[in-house]
């Protein structure tokens, strides 16, 4: 079991964007019910891979993502609860990164400073790595030795790599596994050394 014992201190901190601050499986899952009439409920998706577990037919989805790509911040996609609280809290002790296999990047820093309601964007590192594999030179350039992500496969591939993952409890990820869970915001602000 990969618990953790020892607080984390911030800098050794980094989170994956989807699925952890951003909540955007809910926007995922209006679109397809209000543009397309397709009705499927959060729970329902319990593979990463979505598609693989809900029929919906792949020109739509693939419409869809390019979307939650682009245009994060216009088609409504919300900060997870209690999210903006603690990541308002780590930036007044120091920088912020967030590492995510978006291609976007300018999209979704958009959406990150606006939901963090910041004017010095000093304090918040983003790298858009376009895949999930190339999180991991990112991390390890970084000295990151705690990344928060939804996705499984990320977290065995990153614990390899000597990179403690946390997984952010999400539907789609529900398979046992061996790595520290958090349900909430709350939890992994349990996890920091403030
Ligand atoms: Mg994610």
């Avoid at 899952?29 to 397709?38: A, G």
Wanted: proline letters at 5%.
């Amino acid at each position: 079991m990969n618990k953790i014992m020892n607080p984390i201190q911030p800098h050794e901190l980094a989170f994956d964007v989807d699925g952890v601050f951003a909540d955007t499986f809910k926007v995922f899952i209006r679109m397809i019910r209000d543009k397309y009439n397709i009705n499927v409920k959060y729970e329902d998706i319990t593979e990463y891979d979505f598609w693989n577990v809900i029929e919906i037919d792949e020109a739509i989805s693939r419409k869809v993502l390019q979307d939650i790509l682009d245009k994060p911040l216009q088609i409504g996609i919300k900060p997870i609860d209690g999210s903006v609280e603690i990541l308002t809290r780590l930036l007044e002790i120091g920088p912020v990164h967030f590492i995510t296999a978006r291609n976007n990047q300018s999209a979704i820093m958009d959406w990150i400073k606006h939901h963090l309601d910041l004017d010095n964007l000093e304090y918040i590192k983003i790298d858009a790595t376009g895949s999930h594999l190339e999180k991991l030179p990112v991390l390890l350039e970084n000295n990151i030795k705690y990344f928060v992500d939804d996705r499984l496969e990320t977290c065995y591939m990153l614990d390899k790599a000597s990179i403690t993952p946390i997984i952010f409890e999400q539907p789609w990820n529900q398979t046992e596994h061996p790595f520290q869970t958090v349900h909430d915001w709350s939890e992994i602000s349990d996890l920091i050394a403030w």
